[in-house]
């Protein structure tokens, strides 16, 4: 079975701190996505990355940064936290390829900044 | 907005009775998926169906697409309390690279 686990499910911090969410999956898929989630939006891409070094900006990537340095990890940043950051963080990892394959989601973090 | 519209946005049934979740998308797709959401948990992954299925089945799901109509519809048969989640349409657009979630149905299954 997949497993994708995320560094924390829950986070409190400050507006203004830097935040990092982690992500790693060991099924060994080139693509992996951040989203967040807030209720009646659904989900929305912020980032997502198709290989190690590789990123694309999705649908909300501001205010967001990313890191794939090995394959198996995804990170998500937030330079400078602010309260309408405050939500679901959902990652997700898929096998390459160009028809949008099944996507294994880990548990989510929720994060609320103050 | 590319979001998969889902209806109804909250469904209500007794346990043993057959749940049905609709999709409707606006573009040309390459698969259409269902995932399923416990409370404040991450998105498990049902059932794909390809742009030139018309009908599949999973256990007690039965998803069925329509691509005449943009739509697709979800089907639980003989539902359990333990079904009560939230239930997500995701598509594929053709030329595209991502997914496209829905708002997503929230199901209720009254032991």
């Known amino acids: 079975d997949v497993k994708v686990t995320q560094s924390s499910r829950y986070l409190v911090k400050r507006t203004g701190e830097k935040v990092f969410l982690e992500c790693v999956q060991d099924m060994d898929h080139e693509n992996m996505f951040w989203y967040r989630q807030d209720p009646g939006l659904g989900l929305r891409l912020i980032y997502f990355s198709y290989d190690v070094k590789m990123k694309e900006k999705g649908d909300i990537p501001e205010g967001y940064s990313v890191s794939r340095e090995k394959k198996e990890r995804f990170s998500l940043i937030l330079e400078s936290a602010s309260t309408n950051q405050t939500s679901m963080y959902l990652c997700?990892?898929?096998?390459?390829?160009?028809?949008?394959?099944?996507?294994?989601f880990g548990p989510g973090t929720r994060l609320l900044v103050l | 907005s590319q979001q998969g519209e889902e209806d109804p946005q909250a469904l209500s049934i007794q346990e043993g009775e057959n749940a049905t979740m609709n999709c409707s998308y606006k573009?040309?797709?390459?698969?259409l998926q269902w995932y399923r959401q416990n409370s404040g948990r991450g998105l498990v992954h049902l059932i794909l169906i390809r742009s030139n299925e018309r009908e599949k089945h999973s256990g007690r799901l039965r998803v069925t697409l329509d691509t005449s109509k943009k739509s697709s519809s979800l089907l639980i048969t003989a539902s359990r309390a333990a079904d009560t989640a939230s239930y997500f349409c995701a598509y594929g657009n053709t030329g595209g690279f991502k997914t496209i979630f829905g708002a997503g149905t929230r199901l209720f299954v009254k032991a």
């Open positions: 997700a990892s898929s096998i390459p390829g160009t028809r949008q394959e099944t996507q294994y």
């Open positions: 573009t040309s797709i390459n698969n």
